[in-house]
């Protein structure tokens, strides 16, 4: 099946700073998307983004689908933004979801 | 207001005891989908389905079931669950467009021990 793999595992940034969060992936993709896990479990999508450039306020979002990765940015990071982001793909001819376990992000003040 | 449901959202359970979670969907989503989510191993895939009656096999399939009578509620089933199962447990659903699968949404998840 397909591999998802997300770098850096673990991040801290303090607050204000900016950072870039990666996804790579070893097959073709139908879709894929960014998620950011609060630290109470809560799932929240960020970007539906399975090819081209997205942004939303502070974070936007590239994929690269002919080079398979996406790269999620966050600037002027806050302490909100803590928790941990996924990327997730489901790839061309198949209906499963594959996750990437995930980069955990800390923001101090 | 448009959301994914499921109950429990926590409970404490004993080998063997057969236990369902419910989930239900209020967007008329095609596609549902159950995730578990253990430490350093990210959320792994369980069942999905593409639309009532129609469901298959993720990536961890092993020890549970899953029926789509309705289009709105996708229950998981662990007919005799074991200590392996204690996991956090993730319902999602999302549209389907020209066979591909669009924006996920997340249930806010249910915590599974099994002693």
């Known amino acids: 099946g397909i591999q998802v793999e997300q770098s850096p595992p673990d991040l801290i940034l303090q607050e204000g700073a900016n950072s870039t969060l990666r996804c790579n992936f070893s097959?073709?993709?139908?879709?894929l998307q960014w998620f950011h896990q609060n630290p109470w479990g809560q799932l929240i999508n960020l970007f539906y983004?399975?090819?081209g450039t997205k942004q939303n306020g502070r974070l936007s979002a590239t994929t690269v689908a002919t080079e398979r990765y996406s790269l999620l940015y966050i600037s002027s990071s806050q302490t909100t933004d803590s928790g941990v982001y996924f990327c997730?793909?489901?790839?061309?001819?198949?209906?499963?979801?594959?996750f990437g376990i995930g980069t955990k992000l800390q923001v101090i003040p | 207001e448009a959301q994914v449901t499921q109950n429990p959202r926590y409970l404490i359970t004993v080998t063997g005891k057969k236990l369902t979670v419910t989930c239900s969907q209020n967007?008329?989503?095609?596609?549902m989908s159950w995730y578990r989510q253990d430490p350093g191993l990210g959320l792994r895939q369980i069942y999905y389905?593409?639309?009532?009656?129609?469901?298959d096999k993720g990536d961890v399939p092993e020890g549970y079931k899953v029926s789509r009578k309705e289009k709105r509620n996708f229950p998981l089933i662990l007919e005799s669950p074991s200590p392996n199962q204690t996991s956090l447990y993730f319902c999602?659903?999302?549209?389907?467009?020209?066979?591909?699968?669009?924006?996920?949404?997340f249930g806010p998840g249910t915590r599974l021990t099994v002693l």
């Open positions: 999602a659903s999302s549209s389907r467009l020209a066979e591909i699968t669009d924006t996920q949404y």
């Open positions: 097959d073709s993709v139908n879709n």
């Open positions: 983004i399975p090819s």
């Open positions: 997730a793909v489901e790839a061309w001819g198949y209906q499963k979801v594959t």
């Open positions: 967007m008329n989503h095609e596609y």
């Open positions: 389905s593409m639309n009532v009656e129609v469901t």
